[in-house]
């Protein structure tokens, strides 16, 4: 898991504004880097790190709420704050569905946005946490032949080996050896930590009738 530093960032194409919340946000002792325009932004390589990116609604080019959209379209991870001189309830109603910490009319109060900027740092580490764990948590099942990870898939339904055994016609012995084998690749002693791993992986299970 990185180390790198928070970055807040802000994106707004109104110089002043850019200044004003760069000042505020060295008070508070945030690194900031500002842009101009949301494609400035997209054009920079994802930052390693905690990030939030405050941004504004309303900007020449790709406005906050497209902005949004092309973020998660590209899977990225940065947890944005908006702020709006022009922001109505169905406006913020969809950013914050679509995963934005929060909506603020300007002129932004400072210890609000502050308030934000922390709650978005805080969402962020624990969501690399979590993706850091996640991609563990593959590696490891990556281990697992085709077979193994078939008859894993079944073992964490709760079923037995007699009854796995039926499911993918072969012998209940054959079962045991697979079954112990992913055991010992994944280092694991339990069935319920088995089922935590794959539930850290997200590894997709199959329909069972």
């Known amino acids: 898991m990185t180390s790198a530093r928070p970055l807040v960032f802000v994106i707004d194409d109104d110089e002043s504004v850019r200044k004003g919340l760069r000042r505020l946000l060295q008070s508070a002792n945030y690194e900031t880097e500002l842009f101009s325009s949301a494609s400035e932004f997209l054009a920079r390589p994802s930052h390693p790190g905690p990030a939030c ?8 080019g790709v406005n906050g709420i497209d902005f949004q ?10 947890q944005l704050v908006f702020i709006s001189g022009y922001g109505d309830i169905p ?15 300007k002129p932004v109060k400072p210890r609000e946005l502050l308030k934000c900027i922390e709650q978005a740092l805080g969402r962020s580490v624990e969501q690399r946490r979590r993706a850091a764990e996640r991609n563990d948590a593959r ?11 078939e008859v894993m898939q079944f073992v964490i339904t709760g079923m037995l080996n007699k009854q796995v055994a039926g ?28 089922v935590r791993l794959v539930e850290k992986a997200e590894a997709s299970q199959p329909a069972y009738d």
């Open 167 to 194: 499911r993918l016609g072969m012998a209940e012995k054959t079962v045991k050896v697979h079954r112990g084998r992913v055991m010992q690749k994944l280092g694991l002693t339990s069935v319920a930590e088995l």
């Open 139 to 149: 590696h490891l099942l990556d281990l697992l032949t085709p077979r193994e990870f």
């Open 91 to 105: 406006m913020c109603a969809q950013v914050i569905k679509a995963g934005a910490v929060d909506f603020l009319p």
């Open 69 to 78: 959209k092309k973020l998660i379209q590209r899977r990225r991870e940065e």
């Open 53 to 60: 990116v405050i941004v504004d609604v309303k900007m020449p």
